[in-house]
């Protein structure tokens, strides 16, 4: 089946931009939707964006006006674009379907956002 890996992440300041990407190791073009997931410690994991095979979007309300889901179905790959970071964006990213399935469930990719 489709295996998801994310990458991307790393330490920025307040108000700095990082963009994640999630690759696939097959056609994503099956996948009607896909979101992004963050999970901070000692927190509950939250979605953060969606995006469907036709580019429809959606986003946590916190995030609206900063980040920016995107997919490239001809090339297996979402995106995350996230600009404006903040300190309590800090999390682990994971990409996943929408409802998320087990099985796609990845290592994430660490997003710091610290001064």
């Known amino acids: 089946q489709v295996q998801l890996v994310e990458s991307g992440g790393g330490l920025v300041q307040p108000g700095g931009s990082l963009r994640l990407s999630c690759a696939a190791s097959?056609?994503?073009?099956?996948?009607?939707?896909i979101g992004w997931f963050r999970q901070a410690p000692g927190k509950q994991r939250e979605l953060v964006a969606t995006i469907t095979r036709d580019s429809n979007t959606n986003y946590l309300d916190s995030v609206k006006g900063r980040f920016t889901i995107s997919r490239d179905n001809s090339k297996n790959a979402v995106y995350l674009q996230m600009n404006s970071l903040k300190p309590e964006d800090t999390a682990v990213y994971y990409c996943?379907?929408?409802?998320?399935?087990?099985?796609?469930w990845g290592q994430g990719t660490q997003v710091t956002v610290s001064s």
């Open positions: 996943n379907t929408e409802p998320p399935r087990n099985s796609y």
């Open positions: 097959g056609s994503i073009f099956s996948i009607f939707r």
